[in-house]
């Protein structure tokens, strides 16, 4: 009679623990209530049972007496991880918690763009509400220092590209890999420049690839762009790049650059100097680099504007004056 009981309570003890056990897989399969993504943000120190609340406040799951059992059932659910992450409608509970106890955050991302300054893309970072701002307030030279890079100025050191990360990145963080990248990509294309290349260290080339990636957007002309200053560096003669000319000008560049702008010196303006400007003058894109270290083979001297979006490339000062005349004549046309 004994052994009658105890297998009818061992039988009882048996069902419970069944019922019970799907009681839990049934709510933790449940879908969520949200009808679009929805952010959430685990703070540091969260328990499982405050998540639970905290995703019932937020209404994004309805509260159940049976997800008590969850830390017996699947502990490793109960493993909360801090910070930011994202909630996708028909998500069962299930995923939810994997998600955050795997800490799977949520990827923002930020586009640093080709051709643009440092100044630009501070502002850019300064303007991102999900970037710890770090360098507010630092100067040029300390945030160099902070990254890592001798050089008290950090024009063109920073690779364009996408970057992602999750909240609360730093922006020096962000800054750091860019330079990382850059250094790679330039270290990269150093090794396959051209062995008649007038540059001299991989400095040299990221200054002319910035000048480059400023000069022209059309793709097969970077090549054709980059052989006009090389070979303007073996005759010795002035580069003549008004991009240089705006850099060196700073805030008193206005849109327009008057004659007597290219005849004022500064330590940019390519009219009034020989050789490279200083610092890189923009951030240049990896066709930029390659460009600069390995540039097609012409004999051009001169380019201008075609009026079409491209360029006419000169050998001779004169035909160069004659495709200079052709563009204003096209100017005049549009007014």
Excluded: C
């Amino acid at each position: 009679m004994l052994k009658k009981l105890i297998f009818v309570l061992l039988l009882l003890i048996a069902s419970a623990a069944g019922w019970g056990f799907f009681q839990v897989k049934s709510t933790l399969d449940k879908p969520v209530l949200i009808e679009q993504q929805t952010f959430i943000t685990v703070k540091t120190g969260t328990s499982f049972r405050r998540l639970l609340t905290q995703l019932s406040d937020d209404k994004i799951m309805a509260l159940s007496p049976w997800l008590r059992w969850v830390g017996y059932l699947e502990p490793t659910l109960t493993d909360i991880k801090a910070g930011t992450y994202v909630i996708k409608p028909q998500a069962t509970l299930q995923s939810v918690l994997t998600m955050i106890t795997e800490g799977k955050e949520y990827q923002y991302a930020i586009t640093l763009v080709d051709g643009e300054r440092f100044s630009e893309w501070r502002e850019l970072l300064q303007a991102d509400p999900h970037l710890k701002h770090t360098s507010d307030g630092m100067t040029q030279t300390q945030i160099s220092t902070a990254i890592g890079i001798d050089n008290d100025k950090v024009e063109g050191y920073f690779l364009p590209n996408t970057y992602h990360f999750t909240a609360g990145t730093s922006d020096i963080s962000i800054l750091k890999r860019a330079h990382v990248a850059m250094m790679k990509e330039l270290d990269l294309a150093w090794q396959q420049r051209a062995k008649d290349s007038p540059l001299k260290t991989p400095y040299q080339a990221l200054i002319m690839a910035s000048i480059i990636e400023k000069e022209t957007a059309v793709a097969s002309e970077r090549g054709l762009v980059a052989s006009v200053f090389m070979n303007r560096l073996r005759a010795n003669m002035p580069l003549q790049t008004d991009p240089t000319v705006i850099y060196g000008m700073g805030d008193k560049y206005h849109g327009n650059i008057t004659k007597k702008d290219l005849r004022t010196p500064t330590a940019y303006n390519t009219y009034t100097m020989r050789g490279l400007p200083p610092t890189p003058i923009a951030m240049p894109s990896k066709a930029a680099i390659m460009a600069a270290v390995d540039p097609d083979n012409s004999d051009f001297y001169y380019f201008v504007a075609d009026g079409k979006g491209g360029h006419k490339f000169s050998t001779t000062l004169v035909e160069h004056n004659r495709a200079v005349r052709a563009y204003l004549k096209i100017l005049r046309k549009q007014k």
